[in-house]
């Protein structure tokens, strides 16, 4: 991911979340944050899904995973959550984690699919409902 790919990012981003990150947030991960490795999917020059990691020390933290919803049941997510793990795995990261809500069916079964386990939950995660979120890992 590119600074000039936040307009397209947002899209996706707006598509895919109720809580939503502003442009504000991508540029600071792109530009400041030295943890983060952030990645597209692209459809003729279109993105049309991302994936973003914080990897510190030997432990990838999966922020965020979306694909605009008319290219969603293509097994796209699955193959850009594999990317975003090969790439975590080249940067030294043995484990990897994520936080998904209580309510969504299809990355749970996804992540399961990848060999994430649920590890905990974390109470009222998401603010916009108070919903849950599961944490997941799995060894890489």
Do not use: C
């Not at 939503?20 to 400041?32: G, I, V």
């Not at 597209?40 to 993105?47: A, N, R």
């Not at 905990?120 to 890489?140: A, F, H």
Request: charged residues 30%.
């Amino acid at each position: 991911m590119r600074e000039e790919d936040i307009d397209q990012i947002l899209i996706v981003e707006h598509e895919s979340f109720t809580l939503p990150w502003s442009r504000e947030a991508f540029y600071n991960e792109l530009n400041h944050n030295q943890y983060a490795v952030y990645i597209v999917l692209e459809d003729d020059g279109k993105i049309i899904g991302y994936g973003g990691v914080w990897i510190v020390l030997d432990e990838a933290h999966i922020t965020n995973i979306a694909i605009l919803p008319q290219y969603r049941g293509r097994k796209l997510g699955e193959a850009l959550l594999k990317k975003v793990l090969e790439v975590a795995m080249e940067k030294g990261a043995e484990t990897a984690t994520l936080e998904v809500r209580v309510s969504n069916t299809p990355a749970r079964s996804l992540y399961r699919k990848m060999g994430f386990q649920e590890g905990g939950i974390r109470k009222k995660y998401y603010t916009d409902n108070q919903e849950d979120g599961i944490v997941m890992w799995v060894k890489l």
